[in-house]
């Protein structure tokens, strides 16, 4: 019985190596790096292509939206997260950014703020489903060592540099991609990245119309 358990306890690391669970998917994890980063970097590209090709930035036009959520009335809410979970998972340029500048202009913080955080939710854990399955994970042994490096601190309380990264570089599907890939648990990583998202959005509602303008104009966005 004794030699069972040990056979088994010396064996369970070499299977666990190839493959991790996440999402209910086992993914293989014994691949070469650079075969997962290609794999992702293409399937970005086609939905980026796609989302070009529909123009699903115009949907995110200030006037556009906000004349979008006050058309459909009760529903404006959910019309407003569609188009902002929407533009998230197929890579538009500052989406977050807009949606997070506009929000207050249509929304009360108790509809508004629950709205954005949702939206960036589903995007963040979309695009992090979506590369644990296509590129997988690094083991540090697969890596430079200056990435292992990143890796293993990242291992290390990994919650509040999370809540710091979303914070600074709010919902990034490159963040989302790169973080997936260093192998974070999916508790840490929602945990932390929805409460690094709301930072902003919360400070936004709070710097009030005049602050968010001004910022809005700073970044380029017209409001």
Known sequence: MKANETYNQAMRPQVESTRVQRFGFWVLNNRKPLIGIAG???????????????????????????????????????????????????????????????APSLFPPAIGIPLCVLGASFSMLGHFAYTRVVGGTFEPTQVKPWVAKILTSLDRKPIPKLIALRALFLPSPLISIAIAMMGVRVRDYALGSILGVAIPIVAIYLAGPTLTEMLANFLGVAL
């Open 40 to 102: 992702v970097l293409i399937g970005v590209a086609v939905v980026g292509a796609l989302a070009t090709q529909l123009e699903i930035d115009t949907l995110l036009h200030p006037t556009e939206l906000r004349s979008r959520v006050q058309r459909y009335g009760f529903w404006g809410p959910l019309v407003f997260l569609a188009i902002y979970t929407l533009s998230q998972a197929m890579f538009v340029p500052m989406s977050s950014t807009i949606v997070f500048l506009i």
